[in-house]
């Protein structure tokens, strides 16, 4: 099985690495252990399930569910040991996860219980998973995989168009505030498709470095946020004018998220750079907080994690991130 060298979703996307063909014990997927500490091992992912729960994936086929905003985690079964890279739910009871080994697997019960949708020890892995309703889903990934169902993730198949055939690691995909959907990959690669999916086009980027993440920016647009800190955005995707947000940070991004009118983007060096409205950008800086509060002591930020690959903002405004150090919860310092 190839497989990229990632950190966001495995170490570092920058990067792909060949690895081992798959063995006979490796061909048939292992539960994952439960851990008791796994909310401090690598994690790659979090989401919303509704408006209660957080889910959180990672190495190991780890699955984590917080109840209170992320002051606690509980890990919950795994019928997988693959890494998880991406999760997402379509209300507060459906959800999906892929990672490593080509694994999707899906929950109906708010991530409680999980099960296989799909599994090749040979396959490359799913970097990222989107369904447009109830029926209908993308699963995307390393070396241009891109698998598609029509039955709410029960069967899976592979796609053929430019993206697969040109081989690119697809990293991260958005629906756009307008409906069209934008992936975003390697070397500068963005592609829209207006129909759901069915076709996709190339777009001209004026950044040839790998993407990671993306986001709807306005009506029409898009914010990502990929190697080295190059992020850009652009009000309107299909006029292609990207504008650069100078971050001033080197520090690749991994995740973004609305952040009150602006966004948040995370990557290495436990970084989170703050864009407002207006483009201008500043790096946040954080307080640790432990179980929603701050350590007796702590009067100065506390980061012991290396890299960020996913944050969600809270509606109190304090951010939860998760990287190689687990997940964590910060206050933003005025």
């Not at 309703?133 to 039955?151: E, K, N, Q, V």
């Not at 991260?172 to 934008?182: E, S, V």
């Not at 703050?274 to 100065?300: I, S, Y």
Request: glycine letters at 12%; hydrophobic letters at 45%; one cysteine or more.
């Amino acid at each position: 099985m190839r497989v990229p060298h990632l950190f966001a979703h495995a170490l570092l996307l920058a990067c792909s690495v060949g690895g081992p063909a798959a063995t006979a014990a490796e061909a048939t997927p292992m539960p994952a252990e439960i851990a008791p500490r796994a909310e401090q091992s690598l994690l790659t992912a979090i989401t919303r399930a509704g408006a209660q729960r957080l889910v959180a994936v990672g190495a190991r086929g780890h699955i984590l569910l917080s109840d209170d905003d992320g002051a606690r985690w509980r890990q919950v079964a795994s019928p997988v040991s693959s890494l998880l890279t991406q999760v997402a739910f379509l209300d507060a009871q459906t959800g999906w996860a892929v990672g490593h080994d080509a694994t999707v697997l899906k929950t109906t019960d708010g991530g409680e219980t999980w099960a296989i949708r799909h599994f090749d020890a040979a396959g490359e892995a799913l970097l990222a998973v989107m369904f447009l309703d109830s029926r209908r889903g993308l699963a995307l990934g390393a070396y241009g995989t891109l698998l598609t169902s029509a039955d709410g993730g029960e069967t899976w198949a592979a796609a053929e168009n430019v993206l697969t055939e040109e081989g690119m690691h697809l990293n991260a995909i958005a629906r756009l505030n307008d409906g069209r959907l934008l992936i975003v990959g390697e070397a500068g690669l963005i592609a829209t498709s207006q129909d759901e999916g069915q076709t996709w086009e190339r777009g001209e980027f004026p950044y040839e470095g790998s993407l990671f993440a993306v986001r709807p920016y306005g009506e029409h647009g898009a914010i990502v946020g990929g190697l080295r800190g190059n992020s850009f955005r652009c009000a309107d995707v299909a006029a292609g004018a990207w504008e650069r947000i100078e971050t001033g940070s080197e520090q690749s991004v991994f995740g973004i998220a609305e952040r009150g009118d602006g966004y948040a983007l995370a990557g290495f060096n436990a970084s989170v750079i703050g864009v407002a409205a207006d483009g201008t950008a500043r790096e946040l800086q954080l307080q640790a907080l432990e179980n929603g509060e701050a350590p007796a002591g702590a009067a100065a930020m506390s980061i012991e994690a290396t890299a960020f690959a996913d944050l969600l903002v809270l509606g109190n405004g304090e951010l939860i991130t998760v990287g190689d150090a687990g997940v964590r919860r910060w206050a933003v310092k005025p």
